[in-house]
């Protein structure tokens, strides 16, 4: 049986499920439908999803007609939301998996007071650039593990991300130079900062599996907030990416991540367009890949029941594309695409 997972931010999602919709969430809410019927991933990690476990339930009632599931942290008996402070997810964007009908028995939600306890604690110090004293930082979206039980006493573990936006609101002053100063420097580099830590607690969470396991199966999916690649703050202040901060050294190679996209067609590449102020390039002129999926060195080897053979990911441009024609701002899908990657049996 092959699998096929995906991942896709869904832009405030909570809307889709408010009372009194407009016509044009209805809208939005049946081209969301048919993406996803014709993509038909059996795993799906989303992002901006709505805020608790009745949400999120409601969600697959009535956006996708039940024909995918949450996996919850609710126990058999208990009530829906009672576990939601559980999730450690703060705001109304939540991360979700949402699976099939024939999933749900082999798939469940690990608490994360378990990745907590393979790291250490729930928060970390960090300084920031240039300051001595040092702060604490946690995930303001905690990562969510999707496990699933694959047979032969295997598992795969999917790890469901949504990082620290870079949105900045301050304005932009530059010097008689060029140079940029003020507060949006300051603010810039605080939220690149904390996507890297944020970054670097994941690959955390995973050296900590690869001390508990030969061949562990791991799998990093979601909204990272940033691609492979430097902008300018990651150019002349910084002088790292993102990526690399999540896939490991290349050096120790059995823990480097394989990105799902190496392989797939470079113009092709990108999730989402968002305008760069600084540099002065409009949307439609700036793709960006900003959903990941990354897959551990054991599921691309075949050393567990499923691997992620040669071209197995894509960008679902054709599908994104055929659901939104004729939608504007209000009735597109979402400001993302999604991603997906196939996984066989070996």
Known sequence: MTILIATWNLEHADRLISQNLSDNILERRHRIRETIKRISPDILCIQEGPRGEQAIVDFCSQVLDDQWHPVLLRQPGEDLGFRDKEYQLKGTQWIWFLVKTDLRTKCRLQSPLVWQAFIS??????NYWGIEKSSRHSHYRHPQVLIMDIGDNQEIEF?????????????IILDEEDNLIGDFVTTALTA???????AHNIREYIEAKFMQLEHPGIVVMGDCNDGPGQDLFEN??????????LQGEVII???????????????????????????????????????????SQPLCQGNLSFMVNEQAGRVEHEEFERNNVGSNSK???????????KFNPT
């Not at 991300?161 to 301050?170: A, E, F, G, P």
């Not at 009735?331 to 990657?341: A, G, I, K, L, N």
């Open 331 to 341: 009735t597109r899908t979402s400001d993302h695409r999604p991603v997906s990657c």
């Open 192 to 198: 690149r900062i904390k996507l890297a830590i944020e």
């Open 121 to 126: 604690g729930k928060t970390w110090k960090v």
């Open 253 to 295: 190679a059995e823990r480097f991540f394989n990105h799902a996209l190496f392989d797939y067609s470079g113009e092709l590449r990108w999730t989402a367009k968002y305008r760069d102020a600084i540099k002065k390039i409009s949307a439609e002129d700036n793709p960006l890949l900003l959903d990941h999926i990354l897959i």
């Open 236 to 245: 002349q202040y910084l002088f790292f990416d993102l990526i690399s901060n």
């Open 159 to 171: 790890i469901g991300v949504h990082l620290k936006s870079k949105i900045n609101r301050k304005k």
